[in-house]
């Protein structure tokens, strides 16, 4: 069975500085895909990034990039340039290929507040 | 705006009460996907349908059933309501289902408030 793992259920950091989420997961597939998940105030659930398992390279998507660790199964968020549009709860999530069903299996999420 | 809708926005009832939520998925999506967000059970798959077919199940309570129509619109429908069934109530679409990956666009939501 997948798992996915938040350890840190709150965060906050200076507007214009950085913050890194963690993320850690467990799954015997080879192949999978991990995502992280913004949710504003507004509660709609947003695609911040997305990471291939069989991709070595760490996916960036403008100030947002994660550090994918395979073997240690750790996928963190980096946000730069931190902006009070960031304030939100971000959840990692998970998807893999063997049971044939694109479902997303999601951490508990990370409250994250941008302080001005 | 993903191009998902779900109807209606909130939705207040009765314990014992039945309701039908609905979505409505991106134009060409033929994947639609079920997730349920409550405070104890974080955001957790409900029930996926691709092109009118039943995929797969997540933890679906018997109380609860789903279907995809023809056009492709789907009805959650929950019943024999109790308190801990309040929760948001997330519909995605995917344009496909299966091996390959595809981007799941999330509709704004349905919170229902069971009282």
């Known amino acids: 069975a997948q798992t996915v793992t938040q350890s840190q259920p709150e965060m906050s950091v200076q507007e214009a500085e950085t913050v890194t989420l963690s993320c850690t997961y467990d799954t015997s597939e080879n192949n999978y895909y991990l995502f992280w998940y913004k949710q504003p105030p507004s509660r709609q659930m947003i695609l911040v990034i997305r990471q291939e398992a069989y991709k070595q390279q760490n996916a960036t998507e403008n100030r947002f990039s994660v550090n994918f660790q395979k073997a240690a199964k750790s996928f963190s968020l980096k946000i730069s340039d931190s902006q009070l549009g960031d304030t939100a709860m971000y959840f990692c999530?998970?998807?893999?290929?063997?049971?044939?069903?694109?479902?997303?299996?999601f951490g508990t999420g990370t409250r994250l507040t941008v302080i001005p | 705006d993903s191009g998902v809708t779900q109807t209606p926005k909130h939705l207040i009832t009765a314990t014992g009460q039945r309701v039908t939520l609905r979505c409505s998925p991106r134009s060409g999506d033929l994947s639609v996907y079920w997730y349920q967000q409550s405070l104890d059970q974080g955001l957790q798959f409900l029930i996926q349908y691709y092109n009118g077919e039943e995929r797969a199940k997540g933890n679906i309570l018997e109380r609860f059933s789903a279907q995809q129509f023809p056009d492709l619109h789907s009805e959650l429908n929950l019943s024999s309501l109790e308190l801990g069934d309040s929760a948001l109530y997330f519909c995605a679409s995917s344009a496909r289902s299966g091996a390959s990956y595809n981007e799941q666009f999330f509709g704004p939501g349905t919170r229902l408030t069971v009282l």
């Open positions: 999530a998970f998807i893999g290929h063997q049971t044939g069903a694109n479902n997303l299996f």
